[in-house]
C-alpha cells in the first residue's frame, strides 16, 4: 500500500507547490510596486546613469504631455465655470422677465373676473325674467280653463256670474303683467350682451399677457437647455482629459521600473526617501525565498515513483466511478421501509406527534384525565411496555401490525420508530437483570418473562411484543424471511395514506377487522370492499379521508352512486346510532375499482372511533347523536 502514500505525499507536495505560486505572485507585485515607488523618488539620481537616458527622455516627454493635459483640463474647468456663471444669469433674467409679465397679467385677471361675475349676474336676471313670462302665461291658460270648465257645469251654479267676473278680472291684469315683463326681458338681454362683449375684451386681453409670459418662459429654457448641453460635453471632455493624464501617468511605470531597478542594484537610496530602498531589497529577498522553495518542492516531486503514482491516481479514478454508480442506486432505493412481514392483513399507524399537538387529544385528556391513559395504551399495545423511552415525546410513530396464520391465530407486530438514536434506551434495557439477552444472527434480541420481548432493528427502531413475534420481525429485518415489499398493494395504499395524519389504518380483509378491533364500521360498507384504508386528524375539526377498493369498476361506480344518495346507510358506525360524517363526504373515483372519500367527522363520533381502535369503550354502544 506504499502507492497510496506516495499518492497523498504528491497531493500535499501539490498543495505546497500551489500555495507557494499564489504567494510568490503577490510578492512580486509588491516587489514591482516598490521598485516604481523608488523609480519615481530617484529620477534625479539616475540622471547620473549613461544608460538610463532613454528613461529620463521618455519621462520628459511624457511629463510634458501630462502638462499638456493638465493645462487642458484647466481650460476646460474654467469654460465650465464661465457656463455655469451664464445658466444662473440666465435663470435671474426669467424670473425678473415672468414677475413683470406676472405684474401686467394681475389687474387683467382681476378685470375678466369681474367681467365673467357680471356677465353671470345678467344670465341670472334674464333667466328670472324669463321664468315669470311662462309663469304669466300659464296662469293665463290655467283661468281659461277654470272660466272653461265652470261654464260647461250643468246645471250652472248659482254664483256662476261672480265667479265668472271674478276669473275675468284677474285675466284682464296680466297681459299688463306680461308687457311689463317683456319691457324688462329687453333691458336684461342688453345688460348681457354689454357683458359679454367686456368678457371677451378682457379675456383677449389676458391671453396677450399669457402668450407673452408663455414666449418668454420658453426662451429662456431653451436657451438653459443649450448651457446645460454645453455644460455636459464639457464635463464629458474633462472626463476623458483625466482619463488621458492617467494613462499617460501609468506609461511612466515602465521608466520608473527600469530606474528602481538600477538604484536597487547600485543601492542608491533617494536622500528624500531612503525607507524605498529597504522596502525594495526586503521583496527582493522574499521574492528569492520563495523561488528557492519553489525549486525545492518541485525537486521532492521529481524524485517520487511514478508507477506508484500511476496506480493511486488508478485508484483514486476507480473509486470515483464506483461511486458515481452507487450513488444514484442508493439515493433511488427505497428510504422508508416498515420491515413487516409478508403476510400482513392489516396496519394500524399513529403519529405520535400529531396524535399529542391534537385539539381533540388535548381536550379529552384534560376532561377525562382518569380515561386517557388507559385510551393511549389500547391504541399503542405492546409498545406501552417499552422501558427506556417515553413514547409521547421520544417516539415519531408507532406500527402495529396484524396477520393471520394458517391455523386462523390473529399475530400481532409492533414496531416504534424513535425521534433519535435508541442507544440509550438500548444500553438501559441491556442494565436490566430481569430482561435476558439472546441473538439471532449476531443480532441482539431482550427478553423479560413473561413475554415481553424488545429487538432493535434500525437505528431509531424498536421491535416490541411477543417472543415469536418479535423474533419475525428480525428475520424480516436481516431478510431470512421475506418483508412486506414497497410494491405491495396493501403498502402502496397504506403509503397512500396521508401520513402527517395522527391515526392511519388499513385492511386488505375489511370483513375480519372485527377481529382485530370492535366493530367500526358498517356490515355494508365492510363487505362490498376489498380493501379498506382510513387516515383521521383530529385537530378542530376532525378530518378523515378513506379509501376504498372495490372488486369491479361496475360496483365502484354503483358505490359511489349509492353513497350520494344514502350516506347515512354506509358511514356510520357500528351498532351505533353515530354517524362518521357532520356534511356528506367528498366523493373522488380513482381509477377504475377505487374511491376515496373525504369527510368531516363529529367529536362525538371520532371519540367512539378511538375507543373502539384502543378497546376501551362497551361492548355493546348504541349512543344518538
Known sequence: ?????????????????????????????????????????????????PELRNEIVALKKLEQEQKEVALRIAQIEEGIKNIEANRQQNAREQNAAIAKLEAEKRPLLQHRNQAKNTVDLCERELAAV????????????????????????????????????????????????????????????????????????????????EKNIERVRTEFEARDRTLNENIRVQQEAVREARAHHQTVEERKNPAYLNIGRHLAAQGIAPPNAPHLLTETHRRHEAVNRHLQHRAELALLSGQIDKQELRKFYFSVISVLVLLAIILPVAFKSPHKREWLPQETDAILSINTDQFQRADLAKRWSKDQAQIWPKIWSGLIGAAALTPGLNLPHDAVRITRAVATDQSEKTREFVLIEARRDVSRAIRRIGEDKTFQKRTISGLPVWERPPGFTVARVGPATLAVGERDEVDELV????????????????????????????????????????????PIFARELLDVSQLLGLAVTLQNPVKAKLLLKLNSSKSAADFARNLHDTPQRWLRLADSELLLYSQPPEIQRQGTSNVELRFTVPENSARLLIERIAKTDAPAVATAH
Not at 300659464?138 to 271674478?166: I, V, Y
Open 1 to 49: 500500500m506504499s502507492f497510496i502514500r506516495t499518492g497523498f505525499r504528491e497531493i500535499a507536495l501539490k498543495v505546497r507547490r500551489q500555495r507557494t505560486r499564489l504567494a510568490l505572485r503577490h510578492e512580486k507585485r509588491l516587489l514591482q510596486k516598490s521598485e516604481i515607488n523608488l523609480g519615481r523618488e530617484g529620477t534625479t539620481q539616475a540622471a547620473n546613469f
Open 475 to 518: 428475520r424480516v429485518r436481516l431478510g431470512m424471511k421475506p418483508d412486506l415489499k414497497i410494491t405491495d398493494q396493501l403498502f402502496g395504499r397504506f403509503q397512500a395514506l396521508d401520513q402527517e395524519s395522527a391515526l392511519r389504518l388499513i385492511s386488505r380483509d375489511p370483513p375480519d377487522l372485527s377481529r382485530v378491533f370492535r
Open 130 to 209: 324669463e321664468r315669470r313670462i311662462q309663469e304669466n302665461d300659464a296662469a293665463d291658460r290655467e283661468l281659461l280653463k277654470q272660466l272653461s270648465d265652470l261654464q260647461a257645469l250643468n246645471p250652472p251654479p248659482t254664483d256662476l256670474e261672480a265667479r265668472s267676473t271674478n276669473i275675468d278680472a284677474r285675466r284682464a291684469r296680466l297681459p299688463e303683467e306680461r308687457a311689463e315683463l317683456v319691457r324688462a326681458r329687453l333691458g336684461s338681454a342688453d345688460a348681457a350682451r354689454l357683458a359679454r362683449e367686456k368678457l371677451i375684451a378682457a379675456e383677449a386681453e389676458l391671453s396677450v399677457v
